[in-house]
């Protein structure tokens, strides 16, 4: 007796019943083609270049929108290879470059598949009939059909794209140059006025002093105005302070009498005559000895990282490194406080940290913040190229 599932139960059943039971088992022919056709009409109309190949990467299907990318027509593509419009030492389609001999196409695929890749949003570059090279971005898809693989891709112009990322990137770096000229001018205008409060008004304050000491001890005043004296003179005192203050902060001497090394060490210094915390300053002064832009720059980055700490990492313990590794200075700043979390490194009031990042990259460095996970609170890592000049003085 035939099996149930065999077709020779179809001999057994009536002409009628076995046709019907055919249009069941298997779908029109006519209604498949009508599915293929609205496919392949959607294909042609897309205003994406869509390209089907196979997996000897021969162009099977090429829409207009194809054939006007790379001035060419539909039938002109068809039977080319993929090469021939993709180049194929720039190909990056997962593998898709592969020289001859190697895996076909669709072993490419599968090894994508089976590690756990996918094969889509790569950039290209493609060549037009006339030889002109244009930047692409494609992605990639695969399906079998009647036991073979195609592969279709999608890919699209970028150039306008490309030409605007960089301009964009041009006019970010021509930002920066103004930002850094701009933190030249004023470390100039700093030292300036510094200069300015420090020998002239410091001047005339020191020699009011020393005139209303002579006026003290030279003259018979009553215990009143003796009082009124000596209140002047701790004004005077007060105000020469607030002077030499303000005048080191535009513009440390330190840096001017010793340079960075002994204005990093008078500057540790004065953080630990205001604050109980241990300091470690860890630096060879051979390592140091830089051009003025650089000294006064990195000084400032460490200023700024020393405010920043005493105002909110609450720590008990700083540590700063500066050491020269082969063309490059290492700056390391590494504090035990509370740390900084990744959402307060963006926000707009975190002044103090553009300003620390725009020196560093007005130097060509760079530079890296972050809260420390194994020794706890806050880690600032920063390298900086150092100049042919500024690496001559450090040896001498």
Known sequence: MPDRGSPALLRILPLGMAAALLLCLFPPLKARRQRQARGQAIIDNASDAIISINSEQ??????????????????GMRGMRL????????????????QDGDPPFGDISQELRLTGRRATDYTLTGRRNDGAMFPLEGSLSSMQEDGHSVFTIIVRDISARQQMHEQLARSFSQLRE????LQSIREEE???????????LGQLLATLRVDLTLVRQHTDTTVPLQALLHSMDGLLVTAITSLRRIASNLRPRALDEGGLYFALQKLRHDFLLRRAIHFDLLADEA????????????????QEALTNIARHAEANHITI???RIDSSLAITIQDDGRGIAEHDLEKATALGLLGMRERVWG??????????????????????????????????
């Open 58 to 75: 021969i162009i099977l299907h090429a829409n207009a929108a194809a054939a006007r990318l790379f001035d060419d027509t539909p039938a």
């Open 83 to 98: 090469g021939h419009y993709i180049l194929r030492d720039l190909r990056t389609l997962g593998g898709l470059g592969k």
């Open 178 to 181: 103004l930002s850094s000229a």
């Open 190 to 200: 700093r030292k300036h006025i510094a200069r300015e409060l420090h020998d002239d």
């Open 287 to 302: 390592d140091l000895v830089l051009d003025d832009a650089r000294s006064t720059a990195i000084y400032r980055i460490v």
């Open 321 to 323: 490194a500066l050491h």
């Open 363 to 396: 130097l060509n460095g760079s530079i890296h913040i972050g809260a420390d996970s194994e020794l706890g609170g806050t880690r600032i890592e920063i390298s900086l190229p150092m100049h042919a000049e500024a690496a001559a003085a450090a040896m001498q």
